[in-house]
């Protein structure tokens, strides 16, 4: 709680609630059954953090998140909230948005490289095994050593063939590279492009910097992910999101803890990002989320059920909006003992019991206050949106894509000279010349490095600078034998 001069209001119980900007880093958790008011209490902590000029990424599962794009109405159920609120000064207004979308239909399309995506997160892209993530590591090892750039599904088709063809050639220094594998990898990688995977990976690739704008008003653009058909690959949605959170720790300066955040990023249904996760990986998401809290970014879950956040992520997550649980299941008991425990005691009421009782809209607040401790847990109602609830238009939604400062700028898709390229015209010079040898010449090597260099920004977008590509990967485990 803190006073309305430096506070987001976000409920009122008998005092309203305020988010503290300077602790938002310190991230949060909105939790809640189905049908509770999880999403417009999303909404509304969006629209505050726009407010006050902090940019906002938020992943719209459902479809429903689109509205805050346009003013609200009075309706009956808003009307009786504002006035029992007593929100005199209320008004109706919408938030700047950008809409993204993976497949490049619902807004300015997203792409990455095969580079920047990494093994590790490949690797669980393609459900691999320990073996198989092994090769593709040493894959990617090989091309970093070689100069060659993996940006699409392309390149790393390629570069697997060229890998397994000559398996004997690298044994020596990189160790056995199995056939088998090879095939496996090759195998999920057409399955990933059944998926999508050819519009999503490739150039250009996602500026961090497009995502941390203001408008003309110096309010925070809330950027809106199209989530709805890459929800129903799970796995792929929960990867995508992993590997934003990994690029923003990569690229932001440390900040400590800034007077606001940079970006705050809400993960919604995050039970993904965990479900089947490998303790390896559960340990790489913990220490990510921990430090990038000093990059000055805020990094808030939505889930129905506090048990499908691990604890050692749980217990990072200051801010904490809870709405109503289920207790039908010995889980559902769990859960609701749980969540009380993560509290700081009220003495006014039984926390437990409460959880169970909360109507539509009500929630168990506790935001972290000045000092970093936690507040008081208050059985509050959360603010109306400003913004509609619900989805606008389909009309509403392409004027918005049109008329945004980055129309057509992802749009079209760059295929430059890459691994694919230059390995193709590696392969076409050996059957021609078959004594040739099999690995690429030192002045090939030389040759691609005077490319690189004189596409230097560009290739360090795409496969990132030498050491700092391999030191995030070191970081995110993706590289055994730690950082270079």
Request: hydrophobic share 40%; aromatic share 6%; charged share 20%.
């Amino acid at each position: 709680m803190s006073d309305s001069s430096s506070g987001l209001l976000i409920a009122k119980s008998d005092l309203p609630l305020y988010l503290l900007p300077a602790m938002s880093n310190r991230h949060g958790l909105i939790a809640g059954a189905t049908g509770t008011g999880k999403t417009v209490s999303l909404q509304v902590i969006a629209e505050q953090f726009s407010r006050i000029g902090v940019p906002v990424f938020m992943a719209d599962v459902k479809g429903d998140l689109s509205g805050i794009s346009q003013p609200g109405t009075e309706k009956p159920k808003i009307a009786e909230r504002i006035k029992h609120l007593d929100l005199k000064d209320f008004t109706f207004h919408g938030s700047p948005v950008t809409f993204w979308d993976v497949f490049g239909e619902q807004g300015h399309p997203i792409r990455a490289t095969i580079s920047e995506m990494g093994p590790l997160l490949l690797g669980r892209l393609l459900n691999l095994n320990d073996t198989q993530e092994g090769v593709l590591t040493m894959v990617f090892r090989i091309a970093d050593d070689n100069g060659l750039l993996l940006l699409d599904l392309k390149d790393l088709r390629e570069m697997l063939r060229h890998v397994g063809d000559n398996a004997s050639q690298y044994k020596t220094q990189y160790g056995n590279i199995s056939a088998a594998s090879v095939g496996a990898i090759q195998r999920g990688l057409l399955t990933l492009e059944e998926q999508g995977g050819t519009q999503f990976f490739g150039e250009p690739v996602l500026d961090l910097d497009d995502l941390m704008q203001t408008d003309g008003d110096g309010r925070g653009m809330v950027n809106i992910l199209a989530a709805d058909r890459l929800l129903l690959k799970p796995k792929i949605y929960a990867t995508f999101l992993l590997w934003m959170l990994a690029e923003l720790f990569e690229r932001l300066p440390e900040v400590g803890d800034p007077d606001k955040p940079k970006l705050v990023f809400f993960f919604d249904e995050a039970h993904l990002l965990f479900a089947d996760a490998p303790k390896p990986l559960l340990e790489k998401i913990e220490q990510v989320v921990r430090l990038v809290r000093s990059k000055g970014v805020g990094v808030y879950f939505i889930t129905q059920n506090p048990l499908d956040v691990p604890n050692i992520v749980l217990g990072q997550l200051g801010n904490r909006v809870q709405h109503a649980l289920r207790a039908f299941t010995p889980r559902d008991q769990e859960a609701v003992l749980a969540a009380a425990k993560t509290f700081r005691l009220n003495p006014a009421f039984k926390v437990e019991t409460a959880i169970t009782e909360l109507a539509v809209g009500e929630a168990l607040v506790s935001f972290l206050e000045v000092k970093g401790t936690p507040g008081i847990v208050q059985r509050a109602i959360v603010l109306p949106p400003h913004g509609q609830i619900g989805p606008i238009t389909p009309e509403q939604r392409q004027s918005i894509v049109k008329s945004s400062a980055l129309a057509g700028h992802y749009e079209a898709t760059v295929d430059r000279e890459s691994a694919y390229e230059h390995l193709r015209a590696r392969a076409d010079a050996a059957a021609q010349a078959p004594a040739e040898p099999a690995r690429l010449p030192r002045e090939k090597r030389s040759e691609t490095g005077k490319i690189i260099s004189a596409m230097a920004q560009s290739a360090m977008r795409a496969a990132g600078t030498q050491i700092g590509r391999q030191i995030m990967r070191g970081v995110l485990g993706s590289i055994f034998g730690g950082k270079r």
